[in-house]
């Protein structure tokens, strides 16, 4: 048996801290020990959380009372998740981390730091060895981890079998995004109603820069350095309440068979498989070969941990050297808090929360 | 002065119906004179139609009676508008046409006849003379004209210049269309609420298909066949009323440079600019440079002849051999009634409606 | 222990059927040994059904093939489900009732027949006896009991402890259901997009005259016969996939408290909860006093048995004779499905289903 | 001919601004000649305007510079118009008023001082003199003038034939109102998909004050005070752009015959009617008998002017002392911009504006 980790959870009302307080209420060693927020100070979670997911908020928490995000608060807490807004974020973590606290990050603010783990445990593992250096040069007690953007995430977690086993030369994405990808209020209604909306070059790039790190970390088994990779993604918002729906067209270097590509996905492992740890789902992807799915309705909560996989369908041969596919992802699961969790289990079984 | 046509419009009280009327009502020589339907026969028109477009139902139809799909019925008439559900419209078509009626046709019957021009007046006007060949060959002396997919037409517009100018490898399409596409009932409010519509290999293909004729019917100024383009595309419905939005990368033989291609998009102009016809924009392709446009309910009415142009815009180098664009299109205007009576012009100049 | 009960499922794959499949697999006594279904007989369950509802498809319903609808291929049934579409439903209950299946009928067509129930077991109760004079009468061996229409459920839980203990002179009742209601394909989402649907006066008093069936038939505290009740309904659709919310106004013949009113629905039990039936919820109607509440999307899956409760809010005293509220029912559980099952456990208890 | 006057309008990137815009482009006599605004300033109004309406942006404004929102900036200006929002508009207007400036207003901050009109040209016309007293009263040379609530029209106008002829007791009204009503970006798409948003307690009373204070000035041909009637509003917010949807029961004191209602507001007329002001509906009542109608998306255009006069429908007898109706107004045009424009007409017809 594990020894309990005690967690505090920052932004534990947001749309992503909701989805950390649901999925550790049954979790066998990680128990919510403190509930931060802003606004809501003071008051019982119960009463103030908007509780924009599936079942029923848990019982133990409901009459909690949401707490200030400070440090100094937070005595009895082995380690802190941090799904604060941008901005706010970045400060706050690091004060954290000064203070002592192993911090797990869904915030954008340090994704681009070389020596802050950008982490998807099933994709690039070994970059958990960034937290010693980060401590040294920081000289902090505590650490960051960082998890990928969400809409990234539902492109990297079925590129990586591909890159990993392919001479990978484009890859071109097209994003239809949950509005609970913004936060709330986040996406204005007259935004969206008979409307799709463009989120446009920032965003793009931003997604596209996350994947390139990502993909710059992963081990490849092709004779291909793979450096020169094409990306290029065309961000929307659509309306819909959770779920990213991202068609990827991808072309190689050298002939492909599609019939390869869906064996590699649907082999596709990694350490938190074979470690059986808690969070991970038994296929991290989950391929469908029907012909109208994923569907965001009827696919965003598959898996026997719902949400914790990526649903892929629509794989199909282009021509030679270009596939296509659909990738649907669960934003604030596998693509915030449950990529949070699965993150931390992977830190424990490494020895890296004792 | 030109000669009034007396036009009947069938399937008056569909969403592509509605536009024929609403376009019409000031036309300078196309006169609306006989509206038919099916289940809706008897009735006045203003008392039964849907008018789910903008504007008011024109007075002047607002009291007429709505009447059998009879060619027997419809001595007064010179043209037959036919945007029929697919099915029924095959045997009505050729019906009138076997009756002398000139028929122009929005629905999907037949369209991949090599005797039936698949017309955008802009890309392949030289198809028309396809008429001579369809009247001998099957002893008609009416005629078909149809015109392509709304979606395919949303891809053809932009891509006609590009295609035009520069050696295209791939064209790699994702599309986002509205509800409006399916007529009416059509889609079902429990696929589009929360929810993306995932429309499945055999749309995908026809899509396809039909940019695959019509390119091919396309005169070239490079010195390359284009015979072995690649087309991929992948189609959805979201919860919009009007407007495909579609996001397109292109991939070229050679290297490309983006400013060319937005050069020739912008320049892009065909017969019905130079014949200056009624409904021809004196724009077929509006380019905007705004991070965040087109939008659906922003722009799909753009354009002095309100949804003639398609907005193009998010036009961008990927690579060298590599662009993006997203292209919006308003489905029911451009993409079938206006289509239809922009051919009917260009008909019209060329002695076809003689 | 009781005896296991086997039910068959009609219209299983229907928006009703699924929830009867999703609330019977963990059912203490009632087993699914039949899915019944039209277009999609011969399939197995897990492959053709839109599980539009929470949870996955319990497995061992994944793999069941869907069967005809037909009494003479179910001797292995104890009981029928029954939530067919309008006019297809009636000559088949009868028939399933005729080769004595005991059958629990959400659809519409016997809501109005004298010897056949219209139960919500808290209110209606000792309606159950018009079996004993249904099978009398029309010789059958089985029976048919009937639901109410799920929109006039969310009427009459809040009212029943209103009308059994207050005067009530008028009720006025403003409806805001959601899509599901129509079952599927059902609303178009072109009706449903930027718009709100009317119903329309035949929906109006279908609802007021199953309200008046049942009211007519609950017992009263008060020494008022009731007969002059008022009742009156304007129906709507709004782009909500599950949940009928409605606005309440109550006048009343002499003056009344509000916090009288309050303490009566609080209070409000039946046979099911006095039996503690597994699918009753202890609490009917459970009341919420927040400003904002109950709303669609945190509501309808409200309660200790998710969906099975009313939620009662915004109750106000508007003057001395009138008061205001709003109701939200889960339209396909306890407005069909849960209703179903709850009536059918009633019936256990009973011994109407020996 | 009348004199032009040159109006400047406040708030004119916003969802009221527009309508203003769009609505005196062709004005005979009110030229718009100073666009002001916020965060806009210094940007050409056609570059950062969302034109969330009808028509394209008028070319005469277009490449008007927004200006800030300063009375000394304004010498040329003869009215300003003030769809500010609430906090901001109340010392802003005062400040006009002050140096001078007629003030016409649609936002709260004044609708309840007794010497402000709160003015419906059809309803209270003669409220208008409390101007007078107003600049007596505060030294004004300038003067403000308030429209209602948007909401608050729509139940004011169809009540007022209604008021000023029978013995009304009671009004319940329940509200189904347009996202669009809260300005942009205003309602959270996460408060509105699959929901609804109740408004709540204040919103309620606020609707409601505003029509007790119309009614209690508005002049009655029955001889009865109209002291007593109970008003009562339960409001909400629906997935519609523009159009706020009301049904509303009304309960009178003695017998009444729904057909001399609807005779009543069907010859309902004004000051404005009887001057035929440029932007008056011939019909301020559009009364519909259509079992489905009024819909927001076919209706709220509705009437010559577009969204000039509320759309009635359902109007029916409930029992010999209550009827019922649903009305529809377009919550930016007559319940704001429209409203506004009117009053001034009308102001100008009275001396006001000279
Ligand atoms: N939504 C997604 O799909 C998603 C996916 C991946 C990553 N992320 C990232 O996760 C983070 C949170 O997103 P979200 O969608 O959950 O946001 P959200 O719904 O807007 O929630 C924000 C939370 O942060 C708290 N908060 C706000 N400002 C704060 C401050 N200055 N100090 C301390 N607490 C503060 C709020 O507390 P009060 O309510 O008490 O004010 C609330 O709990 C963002 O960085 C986002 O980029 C989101
Ligand atoms: N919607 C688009 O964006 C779009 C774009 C390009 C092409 N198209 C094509 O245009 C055609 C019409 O589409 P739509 O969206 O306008 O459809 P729709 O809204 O469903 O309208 C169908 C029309 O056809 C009439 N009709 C139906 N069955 C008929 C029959 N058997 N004989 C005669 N009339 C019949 C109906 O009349 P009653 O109402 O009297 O029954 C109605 O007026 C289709 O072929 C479609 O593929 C549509
Ligand atoms: N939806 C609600 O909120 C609600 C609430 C209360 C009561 N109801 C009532 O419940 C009934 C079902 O509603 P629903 O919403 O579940 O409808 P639905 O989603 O349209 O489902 C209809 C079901 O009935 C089957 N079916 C259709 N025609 C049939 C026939 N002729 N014979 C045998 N089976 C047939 C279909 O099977 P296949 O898929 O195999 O074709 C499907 O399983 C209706 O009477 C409705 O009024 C509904
Ligand atoms: N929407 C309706 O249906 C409706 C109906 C009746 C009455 N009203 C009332 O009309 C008013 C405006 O509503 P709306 O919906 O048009 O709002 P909106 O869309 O939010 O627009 C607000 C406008 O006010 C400007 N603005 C904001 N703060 C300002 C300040 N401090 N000083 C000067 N200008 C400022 C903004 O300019 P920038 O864009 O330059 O920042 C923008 O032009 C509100 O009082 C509302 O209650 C609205």
Same mark, same amino acid.
């Given at each position: 048996?594990?020894?309990?980790?005690?967690?505090?959870?920052?932004?534990? @009302?947001?749309?992503?801290?909701?989805?950390?307080?649901?999925?550790?209420?049954?979790?066998?060693?990680?128990?919510?020990?403190?509930?931060?927020?802003?606004?809501?100070?003071?008051?019982?979670?119960?009463?103030?959380?908007?509780?924009?997911?599936?079942?029923?908020?848990?019982?133990?928490?409901?009459?909690?009372?949401?707490?200030?995000?400070?440090?100094?608060?937070?005595?009895?807490?082995?380690?802190?998740?941090?799904?604060?807004?941008?901005?706010? &974020?970045?400060?706050?973590?690091?004060? =954290?981390?000064?203070?002592?606290?192993?911090?797990?990050?869904?915030?954008?603010?340090?994704?681009?730091?070389?020596?802050?783990?950008?982490?998807?445990?099933? $994709?690039?593992?070994?970059?958990?060895?960034?937290?010693?250096?980060?401590?040294?040069?920081?000289?902090?007690?505590?650490?960051?981890?960082?998890?990928?953007?969400?809409? &990234?995430?539902?492109?990297?977690?079925?590129?990586?079998?591909?890159?990993?086993?392919?001479?990978?030369?484009?890859?071109?994405? @097209?994003?239809?995004? &949950?509005?609970?990808?913004?936060?709330?209020?986040?996406?204005?209604?007259?935004?969206?109603?008979?409307? $799709?909306?463009?989120?446009?070059?920032?965003?793009?790039?931003?997604?596209?820069?996350?994947?390139?790190?990502?993909?710059?970390?992963?081990?490849?088994?092709?004779?291909?350095?793979?450096?020169?990779?094409?990306?290029? &993604?065309?961000?929307?918002?659509?309306?819909?309440?959770?779920?990213?729906?991202?068609?990827?067209?991808?072309?190689?270097?050298?002939?492909?068979?599609?019939?390869?590509?869906?064996?590699?996905?649907?082999?596709?492992?990694?350490?938190?498989?074979?470690?059986?740890?808690?969070?991970?789902?038994?296929?991290? $992807?989950?391929?469908?070969?029907?012909?109208?799915?994923?569907?965001?309705? =009827?696919?965003?909560?598959?898996?026997?941990?719902?949400?914790?996989?990526?649903?892929?369908?629509?794989?199909?041969?282009?021509?030679?050297?270009?596939?296509?596919?659909?990738?649907?992802?669960?934003?604030?699961?596998?693509?915030?808090?449950?990529?949070?969790?699965?993150?931390?289990?992977?830190?424990?079984?490494?020895?890296?929360?004792?």
């Amino acid at each position: 048996m594990r020894r309990v980790l005690k967690a505090a959870i920052l932004g534990s @009302t947001g749309l992503v801290g909701i989805e950390y307080v649901r999925m550790l209420a049954n979790h066998p060693y990680i128990k919510v020990a403190y509930l931060a927020g802003k606004g809501s100070v003071g008051k019982p979670y119960g009463e103030v959380v908007r509780w924009q997911t599936i079942g029923q908020i848990p019982k133990e928490v409901a009459n909690m009372e949401i707490k200030p995000t400070d440090p100094k608060l937070m005595d009895d807490v082995d380690l802190v998740f941090s799904p604060l807004p941008a901005g706010a &974020a970045g400060p706050v973590e690091e004060e =954290f981390a000064k203070h002592g606290f192993k911090v797990i990050s869904d915030s954008p603010d340090h994704r681009f730091e070389p020596d802050i783990p950008l982490l998807i445990p099933e $994709i690039n593992p070994h970059t958990i060895t960034l937290i010693d250096e980060q401590r040294k040069k920081r000289d902090w007690k505590g650490f960051i981890v960082t998890t990928p953007l969400c809409a &990234a995430q539902g492109v990297l977690l079925p590129l990586a079998p591909i890159y990993q086993n392919f001479k990978v030369d484009s890859v071109f994405i @097209t994003t239809m995004q &949950a509005v609970s990808g913004e936060g709330y209020p986040g996406v204005a209604s007259l935004d969206i109603i008979d409307n $799709i909306k463009v989120l446009g070059e920032n965003y793009d790039n931003k997604l596209i820069k996350e994947v390139h790190r990502v993909l710059s970390e992963t081990k490849r088994n092709v004779n291909d350095s793979g450096n020169d990779v094409t990306l290029s &993604a065309t961000t929307h918002r659509v309306a819909t309440i959770h779920g990213h729906y991202e068609i990827i067209y991808v072309t190689f270097k050298e002939d492909v068979n599609v019939e390869k590509v869906r064996e590699a996905m649907d082999n596709f492992k990694g350490e938190p498989q074979n470690l059986k740890l808690p969070t991970a789902p038994s296929k991290p $992807i989950i391929l469908t070969n029907e012909d109208s799915r994923p569907q965001v309705y =009827f696919d965003r909560w598959a898996g026997e941990i719902p949400g914790m996989s990526v649903v892929v369908g629509r794989l199909s041969q282009v021509n030679r050297r270009a596939i296509r596919f659909a990738s649907l992802i669960h934003n604030t699961v596998r693509g915030a808090a449950g990529g949070g969790i699965l993150a931390t289990e992977f830190l424990v079984e490494k020895g890296y929360m004792d």
